[in-house]
């Protein structure tokens, strides 16, 4: 079974500032895909960053880019120059190639403080 | 592009009632999922058809869930009869394949307060 594990529930951080988001995982997978989704107040979950397990470069989309350590099975997500609408839940999830289903973590509420 | 439209965005009822939601994909996506989503929890699959075909519903408690896709587009979700446990945010999400190269976009949601 895969677990994922978000183990800080809410963070904040000052505006411009630099920001990191821990995930853990279990799997016993060795090729799957990992995933940071931000659902901002209105609720809509927004797809941030994607990581294929496979691929040894950490995947970076302008201020967002992940720390990905295979072997320890950690994901984690760095928000550059925080922005006040970077203020979100932020899920971690994971899912097997030959898969449908997410199975996120429970998420991270980070508030950017002006 | 119009994103993935839900409705309603809010309901209350009492237990033991019936309560519908709708979900309308973005344009050409086939594969549509639903979600529930309780609070302090990440989302939690449901349902998954592809086109008007069911593909996945493990997660879905059939005893008092059900689901349809009639014509491959738009979606319903509904709970008969409806219990406290089923407080949630359902979500619904299409992606123009399945699998994890393909992006789900996802709803608003609707919020589900059971009494």
């Known amino acids: 079974a895969q677990t994922v594990t978000q183990s800080q529930p809410e963070m904040s951080v000052q505006e411009a500032e630099t920001v990191t988001l821990s995930c853990t995982y279990d799997?016993?997978?060795?090729?799957?895909?990992l995933f940071w989704y931000k659902q901002p107040p209105s609720r809509q979950m927004i797809l941030v960053i994607r990581?294929?397990?496979?691929?040894?470069q950490n995947a970076t989309e302008n201020r967002f880019s992940v720390n990905f350590q295979k072997a320890a099975k950690s994901f984690s997500l760095k928000i550059s120059d925080s922005q006040l609408g970077d203020t979100a839940m932020y899920f971690c999830a994971f899912m097997k190639p030959t898969g449908n289903q997410f199975y996120f973590g429970t998420g991270t509420s980070l508030t950017v403080i002006p | 592009e119009a994103g993935v439209a839900q409705s309603p965005r809010y309901k209350i009822i009492e237990k033991r009632q019936s309560v519908a939601f709708w979900c309308n994909p973005i344009?050409?996506?086939?594969?549509l999922y639903w979600y529930q989503q309780i609070l302090g929890q990440g989302p939690k699959l449901l349902i998954q058809?592809?086109?008007?075909?069911?593909?996945?519903d493990s997660q879905l408690p059939k005893d008092r869930f059900s689901a349809e896709r009639l014509k491959g587009v738009d979606s319903t979700l509904k709970i008969q009869p409806a219990k406290l446990e089923d407080s949630a945010v359902y979500l619904c999400?299409?992606?123009?394949?399945?699998?994890?190269?393909?992006?789900?976009?996802f709803g608003p949601g609707t919020r589900l307060t059971v009494l």
């Open positions: 344009s050409g996506h086939a594969t």
């Open positions: 999400a299409s992606s123009l394949t399945s699998g994890p190269t393909d992006t789900q976009y």
């Open positions: 058809f592809q086109n008007n075909g069911v593909v996945d």
């Open positions: 990581q294929e397990a496979y691929k040894q």
């Open positions: 799997t016993s997978e060795s090729n799957y895909y």
